[in-house]
């Protein structure tokens, strides 16, 4: 598979620059070059964390693999040799690892993109490129796009006033593309035809997402939670230490919560009078007047999951987990019945946190399986709003509280001995292992 240099744009490709040349033959030092460094972006949204490889011999991209040429940073970007783009890029968005900074928190799925030589950006236009073995005309042809905004950092062209629209559109077309993971040419040309129709009616393209109707056609609806500063303006929440057991009487964590309110790019902590600037940038939230640094891994609508400065992780809720009411198990069964959810709760010292995989059953059977290791049979039944999960060698009992319904991360609390020990239902085991790791950093 072969692509020519020449179907990119010279904005989106390096220049060589051979350094150290001398023109006295006798020289030693004459025989000696230097290759410039090369900027590659991967990007949707910027990538950051994620895994950039060479596809000189294979498609794949692995931590453990030859042909990495390193992990991109929060901007998605990552130096290397010209001579990397001699040959076909990957980029390996990584679930529970990488970030999309269209998005708040951890990428929540695992994916490949992919570069022809010759490209210093990775994008889902690339990619369509690289898989379809189409040059960049092609495709702009199928999307309604001029070349310039689908042929490098189309983020970047939003800072030019002229191309800030155009721009706008680009990122909509890359964004829809790489999340409805749309590949046929037929669907790039819908696409392309009803994205160019919200532009031709002036919508804010920032501001709108695209998702898949009822017969696959394409919807328009507002975008959430692509932008950390407004998920958190104007919005009051409550942090709950997973790490720590805070004393009642003093420190930030009284009674084990503390409350944080955002009001235009200033907050509160505790419903003090002092207010406090800072930052919000991508997934992390900055404020240096009281020492906060915190990296939001995860955000919905109800729940977030935040690795601070202060205790390490916290579970964050718009509503206090103590005096929230606990959902009907009921309502739950069709999240519980024939999926796996990985619990993540402390350990008996309290110090590390654990997974453990509870597969339900439809027949109210479930197996019991601790970090990968131990399996154990057992039952499963509501109880008013508990959960009852039980062993069948009765080595081991849970009892359940939901308190917060969501699609990737439940946070309950399990009555131990009569007192309450707060955990996570995690949807997919590759986000349970990181969040994991982020509970037990720094503890041994």
Same mark, same amino acid.
């Given at each position: 598979?072969?692509?020519?240099?020449?179907?990119?744009?010279?904005?989106?490709?390096?220049?060589?620059?051979?350094?150290?040349? !001398?023109?006295?033959?006798?020289?030693?030092?004459?025989?000696?070059?230097?290759?410039?460094?090369?900027?590659?972006?991967?990007?949707s949204?910027?990538?950051?964390? /994620?895994?950039?490889?060479?596809?000189?011999? /294979?498609?794949?991209?692995? *931590?453990?693999?030859s042909?990495?040429?390193?992990?991109?940073?929060? !901007? &998605?970007?990552?130096?290397? !040799?010209?001579?990397?783009?001699?040959?076909?890029?990957?980029?390996?968005?990584? *679930?529970?690892?990488?970030?999309?900074?269209?998005? $708040?928190?951890?990428?929540?799925?695992?994916?490949?993109?992919?570069?022809? /030589?010759?490209?210093?950006?990775?994008?889902?236009?690339?990619?369509?490129?690289?898989?379809?073995?189409?040059?960049?005309?092609?495709? /702009? &042809?199928?999307?309604?796009?001029?070349?310039?905004?689908?042929?490098?950092?189309?983020?970047?062209?939003?800072?030019?006033?002229?191309?800030?629209?155009?721009?706008?559109?680009?990122?909509?077309?890359?964004?829809?593309?790489? =999340?409805?993971e749309?590949?046929?040419?037929?669907?790039?040309?819908?696409?392309?035809?009803?994205?160019?129709? +919200?532009?031709?009616?002036?919508?804010?393209?920032?501001?709108?997402?695209?998702?898949?109707?009822?017969?696959?056609?394409?919807?328009?609806?507002?975008?959430?939670?692509?932008?950390?500063?407004?998920?958190?303006?104007?919005?009051?929440?409550?942090?709950?230490?997973?790490? *720590?057991?805070?004393?009642?009487?003093?420190?930030?964590?009284? !009674?084990?919560? +503390?409350?944080?309110?955002?009001?235009?790019?200033?907050?509160?902590?505790?419903g003090?009078?002092?207010?406090?600037?800072y930052?919000?940038?991508?997934?992390?939230?900055k404020?240096?007047?009281?020492?906060?640094?915190?990296?939001?891994?995860?955000?919905?609508?109800?729940?977030a999951?935040?690795?601070?400065?202060?205790?390490?992780? =916290?579970?964050?809720?718009?509503?206090?987990?103590?005096?929230?009411?606990? $959902?009907?198990?009921?309502?739950? =069964?069709?999240?519980?019945?024939?999926?796996?959810?990985?619990?993540?709760?402390?350990?008996?010292?309290?110090?590390?946190? =654990?997974?453990?995989?509870?597969?339900?059953?439809?027949?109210?059977? +479930?197996?019991?399986?601790?970090?990968?290791?131990n399996?154990?049979?057992?039952?499963?039944?509501?109880?008013?709003?508990?959960?009852?999960i039980?062993?069948?060698?009765?080595?081991?009992?849970?009892?359940?509280?939901?308190?917060?319904?969501?699609?990737?991360?439940?946070?309950?609390?399990?009555?131990?001995?009569?007192?309450?020990?707060? &955990?996570?239902?995690?949807?997919?085991?590759?986000?349970?292992?990181?969040?994991?790791?982020?509970?037990?950093?720094?503890?041994?």
């Amino acid at each position: 598979m072969k692509f020519k240099r020449a179907i990119f744009p010279a904005s989106i490709l390096s220049t060589v620059t051979l350094m150290g040349c !001398n023109l006295d033959t006798n020289d030693e030092y004459s025989q000696t070059q230097t290759q410039t460094q090369t900027e590659i972006t991967a990007m949707s949204g910027y990538l950051g964390s /994620a895994l950039i490889c060479s596809a000189e011999k /294979a498609e794949s991209c692995n *931590e453990d693999r030859s042909n990495v040429l390193g992990t991109t940073n929060s !901007n &998605g970007k990552l130096n290397t !040799n010209e001579t990397s783009l001699q040959h076909p890029l990957i980029a390996r968005v990584q *679930e529970g690892i990488s970030f999309d900074s269209d998005k $708040i928190g951890v990428a929540r799925k695992s994916y490949t993109l992919f570069a022809p /030589a010759g490209s210093t950006v990775i994008t889902p236009f690339t990619t369509i490129m690289y898989t379809k073995k189409i040059d960049i005309e092609t495709l /702009a &042809g199928w999307l309604d796009m001029e070349v310039k905004f689908i042929s490098g950092d189309y983020i970047a062209l939003k800072s030019n006033e002229d191309d800030n629209y155009k721009a706008q559109q680009a990122h909509l077309l890359a964004r829809s593309i790489n =999340d409805l993971e749309v590949d046929s040419e037929e669907d790039l040309r819908k696409l392309g035809i009803f994205v160019s129709g +919200l532009a031709s009616n002036g919508n804010k393209l920032d501001e709108v997402k695209i998702i898949r109707g009822p017969s696959e056609n394409f919807i328009e609806e507002e975008a959430k939670h692509n932008s950390l500063a407004t998920y958190v303006d104007g919005n009051k929440f409550t942090y709950r230490s997973l790490n *720590e057991s805070h004393p009642t009487d003093e420190g930030d964590y009284k !009674n084990g919560e +503390l409350t944080i309110e955002y009001i235009d790019n200033e907050l509160n902590v505790n419903g003090s009078h002092d207010l406090y600037s800072y930052t919000a940038s991508g997934s992390v939230i900055k404020a240096p007047g009281v020492g906060y640094i915190d990296t939001y891994y995860y955000a919905s609508d109800d729940v977030a999951l935040v690795s601070t400065s202060r205790s390490g992780l =916290d579970l964050v809720t718009k509503k206090s987990l103590s005096n929230t009411e606990s $959902i009907s198990i009921s309502t739950m =069964d069709i999240k519980l019945e024939g999926n796996s959810w990985f619990y993540i709760s402390p350990t008996e010292s309290l110090k590390l946190a =654990d997974i453990t995989k509870f597969s339900f059953n439809n027949d109210k059977t +479930l197996t019991i399986k601790i970090n990968d290791d131990n399996e154990f049979k057992g039952t499963w039944k509501a109880e008013g709003d508990q959960l009852s999960i039980n062993s069948d060698d009765h080595r081991m009992s849970y009892k359940f509280e939901f308190k917060i319904d969501d699609d990737n991360v439940l946070p309950v609390i399990n009555t131990v001995d009569g007192e309450n020990q707060y &955990g996570l239902f995690i949807g997919t085991l590759e986000f349970a292992e990181q969040i994991k790791k982020l509970w037990n950093k720094d503890k041994h």
